[in-house]
Nanobody, 117 residues
Framework: QVQLVESGGGRVQPGGSLTLSCAAVGSISRVNRMGWYRQAPGMQRELVAT???????NYAECVKGRFLISRDNDKNAVYLQMNGLKPEDTAVYYCNLYYPITNAIYWGQGTQVTVSS
């Protein structure tokens, strides 16, 4: 079984920065894609960014140039550095782990990010 443990959410003023962290615990295969999704009130969950084991990154257009995803394969961890935060970035952010071979998907419990003055 896989468990994703997130940390790093909080409240920040517009233009500020936050870093989210997520550690995968359990039986982890190295062949996986890790990433972050978010869900704002009344909205569907949406992709923020993903990263493959070799470092190939993918970003939603609305966060390109502001957010940076990275991972530590030895620690089974993924990070999201968020800069230039905007009120529209306010959401619950979820860590995600996807195994393309088995099509298995795992989610973290979510961490709240609030951007407000």
């Amino acid at each position: 079984q896989v468990q994703l443990v997130e940390s790093g959410g909080g409240r920040v003023q517009p233009g500020g920065s936050l870093t989210l962290s997520c550690a995968a615990v359990g039986s982890i295969s190295r062949v996986n894609r890790m990433g972050w999704y978010r869900q704002a009130p009344g909205m569907q969950r949406e992709l923020v960014a993903t990263i493959m084991p070799g470092g190939v990154e993918n970003y939603a257009e609305c966060v390109k140039g502001r957010f940076l995803i990275s991972r530590d394969n030895d620690k089974n961890a993924v990070y999201l550095q968020m800069n230039g935060l905007k009120p529209e970035d306010t959401a619950v952010y979820y860590c995600n782990l996807y195994y393309p071979i088995t099509n298995a998907i795992y989610w973290g419990q979510g961490t709240q990010v609030t951007v407000s003055s």
